[in-house]
């Protein structure tokens, strides 16, 4: 298996509500990263896991709360969004000290 | 600063037509350099990873071209297809634990 799966690959949700995005890979894959994409825009790092554990955060909003469960899930968990959050939401895997990432298909998420 | 710069922001070809994407990146010290492709709301897909002493390296209808000393890649493409319409991201690693960094994307458009 050598893919990363996304779901769900549409969502649309009020600036109120609370909903979580999922990631998932089964390729023994120990870094896991969250991206952020606009439209015509190249994708932004939010956040590094490695081992299950936070590595990189750059700065993003606490509106957006990312877990690790295990090894091969990623979690983004969403609450109190602002309309200019909607975005294509990126989630990718890579071995340990490798550069070379597995992208899954994104999630479009539209804030109302 | 590490940057990348891709050539042309957009480009409209014939099916069956040829074309070349550029690639300029400024990143120190260089690990790998890779294209993905992006289809319109959906997650990059790699077509070619390099190296340092990789000059050339072909994916089907792709091939990806390296100069380490001047710091520029290309991507060919042969005889487009209608399915080759997307954005090609050119994404360049350093050394370490950093960040992947992505160009704006060239976003091609074949036209029947």
């Known amino acids: 298996d050598t893919e990363v799966t996304q779901t769900p690959k549409h969502l649309v949700m009020g600036m109120t509500n609370k909903k979580s995005l999922k990631c998932e890979q089964h390729m023994g894959h120990r870094a896991m990263y969250w991206y952020k994409q606009k439209a015509k825009k190249p994708p932004e790092l939010m956040f590094v896991?490695?081992?299950?554990?936070?590595?990189i955060n750059e700065s993003v909003p606490s509106r957006f709360s990312p877990e690790c469960p295990n090894s091969s899930l990623l979690n983004l968990h969403l609450h109190a969004l602002q309309p200019e959050d909607s975005a294509l939401y990126l989630c990718?895997?890579?071995?340990?000290?490798?550069?070379?990432?597995?992208f899954g298909p994104g999630t479009r998420l539209t804030v109302t | 600063k590490n940057q990348v710069e891709q050539s042309p922001q957009s480009l409209i070809i014939l099916e069956g037509k040829n074309c070349t994407l550029q690639?300029?990146?400024?990143?120190?010290?260089?690990?790998?350099l890779r294209w993905y492709k992006q289809d319109t709301g959906r997650g990059p897909v790699s077509l070619t990873i390099m190296t340092f002493s990789e000059n050339t390296k072909s994916n089907g209808r792709y091939t990806a071209t390296l100069d380490a000393d001047t710091k520029q890649s290309s991507l060919h493409i042969t005889a487009s297809q209608l399915s080759d319409s997307a954005s090609y991201i050119c994404v360049v690693s350093a050394i370490g634990n950093t960040p992947l960094v992505f160009g704006k994307g060239t976003r091609l458009s074949v036209i029947a």
């Open positions: 896991y490695s081992y299950e554990k936070l590595s």
């Open positions: 990718a895997s890579s071995r340990q000290g490798s550069h070379e990432q597995y």
């Open positions: 690639c300029n990146y400024t990143v120190s010290p260089f690990s790998n």
